[in-house]
């Protein structure tokens, strides 16, 4: 009989323990609903829907494994074989928010920003927009961090296009009786939707360049921070101004602000991740 000696990972730090496959739900187009020019919902289920991880928080989020269809690859994907054995056929990953969770047919909607035509619009966006009912997708997560509280007096959301998703759903979860105000910015007037909000929060949207939602946000009275709860979501550079404007100069409170970059100008989604460990990705700088 031969035995094993048992080593901590302390004593052989170049070992490596394995790491569980993270789960994914492979769901099939169901719908798609253009609600804007360059907005459109993504309807997606089946009975890969349990496999989500389904969570309350209004800024739920999965990610999209997209392979190159020259792969030949079908959902799901061993991620690890990939890895190891053929990187360059690793699928992509995206983030989108989750619109709408449906448990009783096992249905999420997904709203994806169409940046484009064809080649122009990115990985994500272009398989959305050519996707026809029986494409299967898969999925992970669903992670998630930010839920209106119904004690906070005031809300104040601020976000763009990649974030309104996200402010749609916690607009739609609030108490009738909520107050505040939101601030979305827009390249595009003709992307505007019609919001279902509490009638005591305002919506207040900024159309065209996008510095001019810094400046929104610089004029606004943030003289009692201690009332307030904070989203904000929006392009890495524009983040990094307001978080001055909300943090450093407002003094609102870390644990009452949900504030992070959505997506970062001239970045694709990986090198964008990628650069959250760099000094260009930090934030809080």
């Known amino acids: 009989m031969t035995t094993t000696e048992r080593t901590s990972s302390a004593d052989a730090p170049a070992q490596r323990r394995a790491r569980p496959a993270k789960k994914q739900a492979v769901l099939e187009v169901m719908g798609k609903t253009r609600l804007s ?3 459109l919902r993504l309807t997606l289920g089946g009975e890969g829907y349990s496999a989500l991880n389904r969570n309350e928080h209004t800024d739920a989020y999965v ?3 997209i392979a190159d269809p020259a792969s030949g690859l079908q959902p799901p994907y061993d991620m690890d074989a990939l890895r190891e054995e053929s990187p360059e056929l690793m699928p992509a990953r995206r983030t989108y928010t989750v619109r709408h969770w449906d448990d009783e047919n096992q249905k999420i909607d997904i709203d994806v920003v ?3 035509e064809g080649a122009d619009n990115g990985v994500a966006a272009r398989w959305a927009d050519e996707a026809q009912p029986g494409d299967r997708l898969a999925l992970m ?3 998630g961090g930010y839920t209106p509280q119904p004690e906070t ?3 104040l959301l601020i976000g763009d296009h990649a974030a309104l998703p996200a402010i749609s759903a ?6 009738e009786d909520a107050a505040g105000l939101v601030v979305i910015h827009l390249d595009h007037e003709e992307d505007r ?3 279902e909000h509490p009638r005591g929060v305002e919506l207040r949207w900024v159309i065209g360049a996008r510095e001019e939602l810094v400046e929104t946000v610089r004029g606004l009275d943030l003289s009692d921070p201690e009332e307030l709860q904070v989203f904000c979501h929006v392009e890495r550079g524009i983040t990094k101004q307001l978080r001055q404007v909300l943090v450093k100069d407002a003094g609102i409170p870390r644990p009452q602000i949900s504030i992070s970059a959505y997506w970062a100008l001239g970045r694709v989604e990986d090198q964008f991740q990628a ?3 760099e000094a260009i990705g930090k934030i809080d700088e």
């Open 37 to 39: 020019p360059r907005l």
């Open 63 to 65: 990610k999209f494994l």
């Open 114 to 116: 169409l940046h484009g």
């Open 141 to 143: 997560g669903a992670g």
């Open 153 to 155: 007096r005031r809300h």
């Open 170 to 175: 916690a607009l739609e979860s609030m108490d």
């Open 193 to 195: 939707l019609e919001l």
């Open 275 to 277: 650069e959250k460990r």
